[in-house]
């Protein structure tokens, strides 16, 4: 089974100054995937950035990047410059790479986090 | 850029009423899904689809069955809606082992 840990229920952060949304994992797949997505308030999901669990290097996506630390199984988000428009909710999510034994789709069920909660201040 | 549409953004609906959320998304994606969301609680698959006519049970689906006839179109049915399932549902698509698209929601109220 597959669990994402996102201890920071709500975040603040200044305008113009970055900031890291904490993301942990916990899975028995040797191979997975990371996903980051933001929900603003008008409810639509939209994906920012993957990391692959083999990726060697970490994941960068303009001003975001994922700080991937696979021994402490952790995938922080980190935001550079922030802006107004930044502040959403923030969800971690993985999957296993793992192709399936048969036919189906539930190797690419996405298990998420509770998410956190971005304030940007002006 | 993939769209995924979802039939109503706000629904009213009272309890026993058979209620019918539909999905529909333009990119020719193999896999779709359905989620409820609620606070504290994050996100919760209720159903996917891999292919046309094929389902699988998410980790909720008590109360819910859905219907996919053809490939761009997803849809979750509620039996009998009760006051518990009032929500925040997300429907999403994909190609298989790539990121999930998500529509915009529906916040179903059931009264």
């Known amino acids: 089974a597959q669990k994402i840990t996102q201890t920071q229920p709500g975040m603040f952060v200044q305008e113009k100054e970055a900031v890291t949304l ?22 639509e999901m939209i994906f920012l950035i993957y990391q692959g ?21 952790s995938a922080n988000l980190v935001i550079s410059a922030s802006q107004l ?7 971690c999510a993985m999957r296993t ?4 034994i048969h036919s189906g789709g539930s190797n690419y069920k996405l298990t998420f986090g509770k998410g956190t909660l971005l304030t940007v201040n002006p | 850029d993939v769209k995924v549409t979802q039939s109503s953004r706000y629904l009213v609906k009272r309890t026993g009423e058979k209620v019918f959320l539909e999905c529909v998304q333009d990119m020719d994606h193999e896999n779709m899904f359905w989620y ?23 980790d909720i689906p008590e109360g819910y069955s859905v219907s996919r006839e053809k490939k761009e179109r997803f849809s979750l049915i509620l039996e009998s809606a009760s006051t518990n399932q009032t929500s925040m549902y997300l429907c999403a698509s994909s190609f298989p082992a790539y990121e999930q698209y998500f529509g915009p929601g529906t916040r179903l109220t059931v009264t």
């Open chain 1, 85 to 91: 428009g930044d502040s959403a909710m923030y969800f």
């Open chain 2, 36 to 58: 409820r969301q609620d606070p504290g609680l994050g996100l919760r698959l209720i159903y996917f689809s891999y292919d046309v006519k094929m389902k699988e049970k998410g």
């Open chain 1, 22 to 43: 904490d993301c942990t994992y916990d899975t028995s797949d040797p191979s997975y995937g990371l996903f980051w997505y933001k929900q603003p308030s008008s409810g």
């Open chain 1, 53 to 73: 669990s083999y990726d060697q290097q970490n994941a960068t996506e303009g001003r975001y990047s994922l700080n991937f630390q696979k021994a402490r199984k």
């Open chain 1, 97 to 100: 790479l793992t192709p399936p």
